[in-house]
């Protein structure tokens, strides 16, 4: 599972259901990677509409209806298009929920965002720079959009794990003794810069012959990164190791963890690594930059630079006592991002919606004290 996808595996299952009944609605078809929802007793409902399909909006108003829905949370542009819709026309708070970190939107969704802003309670933004993007792109004020930084189960992620585990780990991976490994978990698109991390690798792998690179993660440009890496002569130096369920495992199996982004929101992935107290190696991406501080618990690259980001590898290659300062520091940065303190904010707001926002036609919401949403500490 991807991203949101697995935000809300760990999210749903999280609220207090003596005072909350949260349930997910997926536009489209159900798909392989959404058994792991299921499987945690997520009610899950998919609509099966196509990205145009007019009637998604009558189709989702009878699920709101069905359902007596007070708050609805939308992520994603079908879902904050028709679900602002169907806030209006039953004056339901929503919240506008951003992930991504863009410069632009098409001129159709600029249009739907001008007109359905009056509709938006409040944007939640991964990231300031995503704050940014939610503001100019998506046309919502700055005074409705606030950054509130998601997080991981620390349970899951910062435990200490024994040897033979990680070394069962590092079996399954495929990581022979003495090798050095070198992972990142990813979609791979664009945005993610892997293409400067098979660049990368070639440099590395002709210093460092232990060195062994892992990319994990599916997505659109896997041949044409198979093929550039095939033409540097990366071999099995480079191992493209497709979707993977166990993140946690995954992760424990690395040495160092790269994050070559070209831009980001802040990746869930990012905070897994934290918690987990890998060492890592990242780019400058506005998104990282939020959460990662260059020298303390990482150590920060430019963008599209292979050569930096080479160098910056065989550095944590080089120096064992590096690695162990950084991955110490990971611990304690991440431990400040666990998702029980996200779940409780979106209770707060939950409850602050539903309180305040049909009374004072949306208004209210902004008037109240907002603050426990960017706080960093747990909040009651």
């Known amino acids: 599972m991807h991203g949101v996808k697995r935000l809300f595996s760990w999210m749903i299952p999280g609220f207090n259901r003596e005072h909350f009944d949260v349930a997910l609605v ?28 007019p009637l998604t909006l ?19 542009y079908g879902a904050t298009t028709f679900g602002r819709l169907a806030g209006a026309l039953r004056g339901i708070p929503t919240i506008l929920h951003e992930h991504a970190n863009l410069t632009d939107t098409p001129w159709f969704q600029k249009i739907a965002d001008r007109v359905l802003e009056p509709y938006t309670d409040i944007a939640i933004a991964v990231s300031n720079s995503t704050a940014e993007f939610v503001v100019g792109a998506r046309q919502i004020p700055a005074s409705k959009v606030r950054v509130v930084y998601l997080g991981v189960p620390l349970v899951e992620f910062s435990r200490q794990r024994a040897a033979d585990e990680i070394a069962s780990a590092r079996q399954e991976m495929g990581i022979a003794p003495g090798e050095l490994a070198i992972g990142t978990i990813t979609r791979l698109h664009e945005s993610k810069g892997n293409s400067y991390l098979v ?19 599916e997505g659109p440009l896997l041949p044409d990164l198979q093929a550039q ?129 049909r009374a004072t036609h949306r208004r209210g919401v902004l008037e109240a004290d907002l603050s426990f949403l960017t706080a960093g500490i747990p909040v009651s």
């Open 58 to 76: 009558p189709a989702l108003l009878r699920i709101i209806d069905r359902r007596r829905v007070d708050i609805l949370h939308l992520h994603g």
């Open 229 to 357: 890496a095939a033409a540097l002569g990366l071999g099995d130096r480079f191992v493209f190791a497709g979707f993977r369920r166990d993140v946690a495992g995954t992760l424990s199996a690395f040495d160092v963890s790269v994050f070559p982004s070209l831009w980001e929101g802040t990746p869930l992935t990012a905070f897994e690594t934290l918690a987990m107290g890998k060492p890592i190696v990242a780019t400058d991406a506005d998104g990282l930059m939020d959460i990662l501080t260059d020298g303390r618990d990482a150590l920060i690259v430019p963008r599209r630079d292979p050569a930096a980001l080479a160098d910056a590898i065989i550095r944590v290659i080089d120096h064992p006592d590096e690695r162990d300062r950084l991955s110490a520091a990971a611990r304690i940065t991440g431990a400040q991002y666990d998702i029980d303190v996200f779940v409780r904010k979106m209770e707060r707001l939950y409850t602050l919606l539903h309180d305040v926002s």
């Open 26 to 53: 997926s536009l489209r078809k159900k798909d392989l990677s959404e058994e792991p929802l299921e499987a945690l007793g997520v009610d899950i409902t998919y609509m099966e509409r196509s990205k145009f399909d």
């Open 199 to 217: 660049d990368a690798a070639a440099r590395v792998v002709s210093q460092r012959p232990a060195a062994r690179f892992f990319l994990v993660g």
